[in-house]
Structures are given as C-alpha cells and as structure tokens.
C-alpha cells in the first residue's frame, strides 16, 4: 500500500491543523492506521492509532486531548485533527499502516510509511 500525507503547514501556537493520508494500491479496510512525528534532532515518536474499523483508537500521552485520528474507509483516508499546537508540536508527520487486524494497545507492526507532511508551530 502506497500513503501519502498531507496537509502541514505553518501555524501559531494554539491553533489547530488537520493531517490527512491517502492509500493507494491495497485494501484500505484491512489496515491499521498510525500517525508519528519526528523533530529536529530526535527520533520518530508515536502520536496515534486506529483499528482496521475505526472504532478503537490510542494516542500519546503527550498529546492526548488535543488530538483526533479518525479514517474513512470509503475514501481511503486517515486523518489526524489537531488542536491547541504548540511550538514542541513542530516536526513531520508520517502516517503509517500495518496488515493488523488485532489490539492497538501493544504497537502494530507498521511496515508502510508515508513521505511524512512538516509541520511549524510558531510562538
């Protein structure tokens, strides 16, 4: 499956940007969906995740409450809604996809990535 992300940007602290990822080239529905992020300077992080159904979902402490990862099976898309930003929120975002259809609580094996879409938070 190919993903393509997008939908980065710049943005003042506080505001809100939605990410979104198409996949192409497999069976949308089948997959497990995820979002990570990597700043300057440090390694890739997890963000969030989705189930093959879109009825379960798990984010990262460090952005809980101000993150909504939702998918639509119809059009192939995972999106990540992000509100309240803040400067340490700048980094690029991947999206990811695993053939997992089982618990998110333990991380999928996620074994296609997008190209990743940058994001800048400005205080």
């Known amino acids: 499956v190919q993903l393509q992300a997008s939908g980065g940007g710049l943005v003042q602290a506080g505001g809100s940007l939605r990410l979104s990822c198409a996949a192409s080239?497999?069976?949308?529905?089948?997959?497990?969906m995820g979002w990570f992020r990597q700043a300057p300077g440090k390694e890739r992080e997890f963000v969030a995740v989705i189930n093959w159904t879109g009825y379960s979902s798990r984010y990262a402490d460090s952005m809980r409450g101000r993150l909504t990862i939702s998918r639509d099976n119809a059009k192939n898309t995972v999106y990540l809604q992000m509100h309240s930003l803040k400067p340490e929120d700048t980094a690029v975002y991947y999206c990811?996809?695993?053939?997992?259809?089982?618990?998110?609580?333990?991380?999928?094996?996620?074994?296609?990535w997008g190209q990743g879409t940058k994001v800048t938070v400005s205080s």
């Open positions: 990811a996809a695993a053939d997992w259809r089982d618990t998110i609580w333990t991380m999928p094996p996620f074994d296609y």
């Open positions: 080239g497999g069976t949308f529905s089948r997959y497990t």
